[in-house]
């Protein structure tokens, strides 16, 4: 049932959610190997192509590639882990995930990354000590 490739994307996404940073050793939820492009778009199932995700944004993401910025209405296309930068389009505010940029910001709506449930697990993680899990330098 697990993608072919499922424990090297996981290895190389260090084990965490490659779009909400959740950890897999501090979420219960099962974690998927989700295809960025999807291949009702023609996405392929190479390597570059695939990304590490949590149940929950990969159930969000869906095959969506793009979506409407909350700030400006604009289409813009979602994040993709292979070749856009976390830092540069995300940032954590507590528990709360906020976009930095046209493509943070569509993201976070798109894969619906502060839903009640998850910012409740975030802040449970945050009064525990180990949460936001990753600073990337
Ligand atoms: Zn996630």
Redesign the pocket.
């Given at each position: 049932m697990a993608h072919p490739r499922h424990e090297l994307v996981r290895a190389r996404a260090g084990s965490a959610?490659e779009?909400?940073r959740?950890p897999a050793a501090v979420y219960a939820g099962p974690f998927t190997t989700e295809h960025i492009i999807a291949r009702q778009h023609g996405g392929s199932d190479r390597d570059d192509n695939l990304a590490f995700?949590?149940a929950?944004?990969n159930l969000h993401k869906g095959p969506n590639i793009a979506g409407l910025d909350p700030d400006t209405g604009e289409l813009t296309r979602l994040f993709n882990p292979r070749s856009d930068r976390w830092d540069d389009h995300f940032v954590w505010s507590g528990h709360i995930l906020a976009g930095r940029s046209p493509i943070g910001r569509t993201s976070v709506r798109v894969l619906a990354m502060n839903e009640p449930t998850i910012r409740a697990v975030r802040a449970a993680l945050l009064l525990e000590g180990v949460f936001p899990p990753i600073t990337s330098g």
């Open positions: 959610c779009y909400c959740i995700s949590c929950r944004c």
